[in-house]
């Protein structure tokens, strides 16, 4: 009887799955997708603790569990609601991280389940017949858990700027042959199961966590969001891992799903920055673009200074406003919108150009000026914005750079060629906020700042947005 | 290879749900918008939380003086919660806000 339950918590939980990925990507069933997921995971894991038995034998260490679940779910929530809107990317990097860990502790404990061994003490190691798929699956999940942990993790600190883009050369080489390493010691100790396997089930263990180190850290900060994306679908495929161990139906399809859309999501972030998967994993970013128009010298730029931008936004009919990371790093997206208000009020229309991968994430500059009540019908989409341009008067960049880079229009050297951007030259006047002359994450220079109508207006989006507030309130 | 073919036989549902599963993930979010990429891989994050299940099963299997098995499970609860409750509750917040701007 309770296992039939079980059953059929395991297919609600499923179904749920599957129809909450589909509401999710439909903005206006987004968040009840959402809860329907979640629901779906609580009666899984609900039916798991309480009905979940083997060989007639319920689960046990009730105390350990729930322990467990309430210390988690306290500090995810905590840590959940705490964290800053900007700091959201990171967020999601993380807690898959958690995943992938998770899916290599069970691994981990599983192995010595199977592997009993022959003298308690020595590393001697007796594998029942008909494990080896079992072992497969087992190395597998491990191996993909730890690199989706390690990796998460550096990926949580570069986006939170505690860890630097590293890489030296020959890296690649490095990374291909960590991954023949450790295919080798799976392969060695499926195929022969040698005397010291716990060893080697030790040491693919510890590789894989090298390698997940290795993969993320020469990819440039602008990619993050595709390898995290990458990261998560890996975590999925972990997931169904365990799925496959326990013959558990809601671990599998969850796991898989998961893994599926994930790569499928990555695919489709690349196709919105117009570049490549492997373009992305191999040519990291900063390294190749030097070749790019690097050597060009550098012209001259204008400044403008604070007053003067008071006095040709106030007079304009039109200014667009186009946001980047800078602003998500100034925390400045309530000045914004300020600034937006006040312009509104002296009559002035403003807009705000939202190209798709502005910042570190798709959809990362909606949710932030959403957080700071600016109104949805206020944020163009980077074709109308294209389509706005030509009649805009000032168009003041905040923290943006890549995307209203002009080499992706005509540099084909340039590594982000190709790349649709923001016609931000066909309006009248440009002024650009940045904190210096430096180029932007993805480390190319940009010819904007160069032309004849663009002015710097240099410091933090939010101190400049601020002063140009005070400015404009006393002309 | 005779091993390999029995290994199929005996695992004949698991690799049909893991085909199926690969082509409804794919067509699922076909034609998701840009501005949902985000929440959405947040959404497909919290949703591989399933792994905690198989922590649970874990935990619930260990022998009281298996501690590598029980520290390890521990762990994994711990973990496997965490990726699961943050993850929708990071979804929930990223998604309020999409829907306080509908109303504006």
């Known amino acids: 009887m309770g296992l039939n339950i079980l059953t059929l918590c395991y297919?609600?939980?499923?179904?749920?799955?599957?129809?909450?990925?589909?509401?999710?990507?439909?903005?206006?069933?987004?968040?009840?997708?959402?809860?329907?997921?979640?629901?779906?995971?609580?009666?899984?894991i609900l039916g798991t603790i309480f009905l979940y038995e083997e060989g007639g034998q319920r689960l046990g260490n009730y105390g350990w569990i729930f322990g467990g679940i309430a210390i988690g779910a306290v500090v995810g929530t905590l840590a959940a609601k705490k964290v800053k809107m900007t700091a959201m990317p990171e967020m999601v990097s993380m807690f898959n991280g958690m995943g992938g860990a998770c899916a290599a502790l069970i691994s981990i404990v599983e192995f010595n389940h199977l592997a009993h061994d022959v003298i308690p003490g020595s590393n001697e190691i007796y594998l029942p017949d008909g494990a080896k798929g079992m072992l497969l699956i087992i190395i597998?999940?491990?191996?993909?858990?730890?690199?989706?942990?390690?990796?998460?993790?550096?990926?949580?600190?570069?986006?939170?700027?505690?860890?630097?883009?590293?890489?030296?050369?020959?890296?690649?080489?490095?990374?291909?042959?960590?991954?023949?390493?450790?295919?080798?010691?799976?392969?060695?100790?499926?195929?022969?199961?040698?005397?010291?396997?716990k060893l080697i089930f030790y040491s693919i263990f510890a590789l894989s966590l090298f390698y997940g180190v290795f993969f993320v850290f020469p990819i440039g900060g602008a990619d993050m969001p595709v390898v995290i994306s990458i990261l998560n679908s890996f975590t999925g495929v972990a997931a169904a891992c365990g799925g496959f161990l326990y013959d558990n139906k809601v671990m599998l399809t969850g796991g898989i799903l998961v893994g599926a859309a994930g790569t499928l999501l990555t695919i489709l972030m690349c196709r919105a920055m117009n570049r490549s998967l492997l373009n992305?994993?191999?040519?990291?970013?900063?390294?190749?673009?030097?070749?790019?128009?690097?050597?060009?010298?550098?012209?001259?730029?204008?400044?403008?200074?604070?007053?003067?931008?008071?006095?040709?936004?106030?007079?304009?009919?039109?200014?667009?406003?186009?946001?980047?990371?800078?602003?998500?790093?100034?925390?400045?997206?309530?000045?914004?919108?300020d600034l937006e208000k006040l312009l509104e009020e002296k009559?002035?229309?403003?807009?705000?150009?939202?190209?798709?991968?502005?910042?570190?994430?798709?959809?990362?500059?909606?949710?932030?000026?959403?957080?700071?009540?600016?109104?949805?019908?206020?944020?163009?989409?980077?074709?109308?914005?294209?389509?706005?341009?030509?009649?805009?008067?000032?168009?003041?960049?905040?923290?943006?750079?890549?995307?209203?880079?002009?080499?992706?229009?005509?540099?084909?050297?340039s590594p982000i060629y190709g790349m649709p951007i923001l016609d931000v030259e066909l309006a009248k006047l440009c002024i650009i906020n940045k904190r210096s002359m430096k180029p932007g994450y993805a480390g190319i220079e940009n010819d904007l700042f160069f032309r004849p109508k663009t002015s710097m207006l240099f410091g933090d989006a939010k101190k400049v947005l601020q002063n140009l507030i005070g400015e404009i309130k006393n002309l | 290879m005779n091993s390999f073919l029995t290994w199929i036989y005996s695992n004949q549902q698991i690799i049909?749900?893991?085909?199926?599963?690969?082509?409804?993930?794919?067509?699922?979010?076909?034609?998701?918008?840009?501005?949902?990429?985000?929440?959405?891989?947040?959404?497909?994050?919290?949703?591989?939380?399933?792994?905690?299940?198989?922590?649970?099963?874990?935990?619930?299997?260990?022998?009281?003086?298996?501690?590598?098995?029980?520290?390890?499970?521990?762990?994994?609860?711990?973990?496997?919660?965490?990726?699961?409750?943050?993850?929708?509750?990071?979804?929930?917040?990223?998604?309020?806000?999409?829907?306080?701007?509908?109303?504006?």
């Open chain 1, 140 to 197: 597998l999940g491990l191996v993909i858990g730890s690199v989706s942990f390690a990796g998460s993790m550096i990926a949580w600190g570069k986006l939170n700027g505690s860890i630097k883009d590293y890489s030296f050369k020959g890296q690649h080489i490095v990374n291909i042959i960590l991954l023949a390493i450790i295919l080798g010691l799976a392969v060695c100790l499926i195929g022969w199961l040698p005397g010291n396997s």
């Open chain 1, 347 to 413: 009559g002035v229309t403003v807009k705000y150009a939202i190209h798709p991968v502005a910042g570190r994430m798709p959809g990362h500059m909606n949710v932030l000026l959403a957080e700071a009540d600016v109104s949805y019908e206020k944020l163009l989409e980077m074709e109308q914005a294209n389509e706005e341009f030509p009649t805009t008067d000032v168009v003041l960049v905040l923290g943006a750079n890549d995307v209203v880079n002009p080499a992706a229009k005509n540099d084909p050297a």
């Open chain 2, 16 to 104: 049909y749900i893991v085909i199926l599963m690969i082509f409804v993930g794919i067509e699922v979010i076909g034609r998701v918008p840009s501005v949902l990429h985000t929440p959405l891989m947040s959404g497909a994050n919290a949703i591989h939380g399933v792994v905690i299940i198989g922590a649970i099963i874990v935990m619930g299997k260990a022998e009281h003086d298996n501690y590598l098995a029980l520290t390890l499970g521990f762990l994994a609860v711990i973990l496997g919660t965490l990726n699961v409750v943050g993850g929708f509750v990071v979804t929930d917040r990223m998604l309020e806000m999409f829907k306080k701007k509908k109303k504006v």
């Open chain 1, 280 to 337: 992305v994993l191999i040519g990291s970013f900063g390294g190749s673009a030097s070749g790019g128009g690097g050597t060009k010298e550098q012209g001259q730029y204008k400044e403008i200074s604070l007053s003067d931008a008071a006095v040709v936004m106030s007079y304009a009919n039109k200014v667009m406003i186009v946001p980047g990371y800078g602003l998500a790093v100034a925390q400045a997206q309530h000045a914004c919108h």
């Open chain 1, 11 to 44: 297919i609600i939980g499923s179904v749920t799955f599957i129809i909450g990925l589909k509401m999710l990507s439909n903005p206006a069933a987004a968040r009840n997708g959402n809860l329907v997921a979640a629901a779906g995971m609580t009666i899984a």
